[in-house]
């Protein structure tokens, strides 16, 4: 079946823009994650949704930046008033159920730029 | 907090080399383990898991085995190929959260 789709593949903006990025799960995965990968930092947690809720934001760095999930199924990050350090691949993952030994499956990634 | 820590690379290979990336991790209770491997231009991808102690992973010709007494998941293979050349992630998830907590990861090149 399909995968974790993710759009755009690649996104250059200029500093202070607004960017969304979106991410379609896994068909009936109701556990759904977005991490970001950069060479600094390596791979990061940002947040987690359960169904629509997102019980755990935590790895959200700034309140520049916001999620949500609607239907159950397609998500969308927000990132507001981009800066530099915000460049990286945003990863999103989905899950059957979310619970510690499920296999989170990952899309291939939004690579952002910002300038 | 929960922590992963593995063997900085670069790693460089012959084919048919053995293969040993060492992965350690720190938490609370009983964590599942992954593997995860990141081939060039390509998307993050499970490489195999354990859920508990004792468990062996296995996949592709790779093993790690759920050490809770020296709190590893140390990545094996017995003879690497050209194509094994990747990027390999050690990752944990402690429930609770239900994040991965991943390292820093391993450069792999494998030579013909």
């Known amino acids: 079946g399909a995968g974790v789709s993710q759009s755009p593949s690649n996104k250059v903006t200029e500093k202070g823009k607004d960017v969304e990025l979106r991410c379609d799960p896994i068909s009936g995965h109701t556990a759904l994650y977005w991490y970001r990968q950069s060479l600094g930092q390596g791979l990061e947690f940002l947040i987690y949704f359960q169904g629509n809720s997102a019980p755990d934001k935590s790895g959200l760095p700034s309140d520049r930046f916001s999620a949500e999930r609607t239907g159950g199924s397609v998500s969308t990050l927000t990132i507001q008033r981009t800066q530099q350090e915000d460049s990286a691949v945003y990863l999103c993952?989905?899950?059957?159920?979310?619970?510690?030994?499920?296999?989170?499956?990952f899309g291939p990634g939004t690579r952002l730029t910002v300038l | 907090g929960n922590s992963v820590t593995q063997m900085e690379g670069p790693v460089t290979l012959s084919e048919e080399a053995f293969l040993t990336i060492n992965c350690t991790y720190t938490?609370?209770?009983?964590?599942?383990l992954f593997w995860y491997v990141q081939y060039p231009g390509e998307g993050l991808q499970l490489l195999l898991k354990?859920?508990?102690?004792?468990d062996k992973g296995s996949n592709k010709g790779f093993e790690a085995t759920y050490r809770k007494e020296t709190t590893s998941f140390h990545l094996e293979k017995g003879s690497v190929q050209v194509s094994d050349s990747a990027v390999y992630f050690c990752?944990?998830?402690?429930?609770?959260?239900?994040?991965?907590?991943f390292g820093k990861g391993t450069k792999l090149t494998v030579n013909p």
């Open positions: 990752a944990l998830n402690k429930g609770g959260s239900e994040k991965l907590v």
């Open positions: 993952a989905s899950s059957s159920s979310g619970t510690s030994t499920d296999t989170q499956y």
């Open positions: 354990a859920t508990k102690a004792d």
């Open positions: 938490a609370t209770g009983y964590p599942s």
